[in-house]
């Protein structure tokens, strides 16, 4: 293998989840926040777009937010941050540290050489895969641990998504060679 799988891993998306206040007036935010977007007849929540972190924030009525297209938890953390100062600046009572919950990493890798994804799919545990090549040019594995899914594609790139920790893409990272090693489809 020319290239190191693990060190091939990186993080694509983080989709993550935040309650920052019990309520929030979209209308408001949407007036007083440059490049909010609000329409509620197309979507229920105010869009503010970020770009340092690139990142969207969701923000919803009910006082929820969800960050989408942090590429590290740093820039997460740090796009909270800034969502949180914007709605203080509006006199919006916000607590101080913000939480978050990670709803999703979706990871790319590669595995530095074509795999064959038919012998694949009979050497794999039936019940864990999908591969249905007229559909999508991808097999879909599903993993129990770390619980992610993990698309293989026949170039040896792999998607890795719901993970939760960044963790998770590494360790199934780790799984997929080993799989593939033992029904002699990839050499280590």
Known sequence: ??????????????????????????????EKIKDAEYNKKRFPGVVLRMQDPKIAALVFGSGKVVLTGAKSIDSLSKGLEILGNKLRELKIDIPKDLEYKVQNIVTSADLGTPINLNKIAVGFNLDRIEYEPEQFPGLVYRLEEPKVVVLLFGSGKLIITGGKLPEDARKAVIKIISDLSNLGLIQQ
């Open 1 to 30: 293998m020319k290239v190191n799988p693990e060190e091939s891993l990186k993080i694509e998306n983080i989709v993550a989840s935040a309650k920052v206040a019990e309520t929030l007036d979209l209308q408001m935010i949407n």
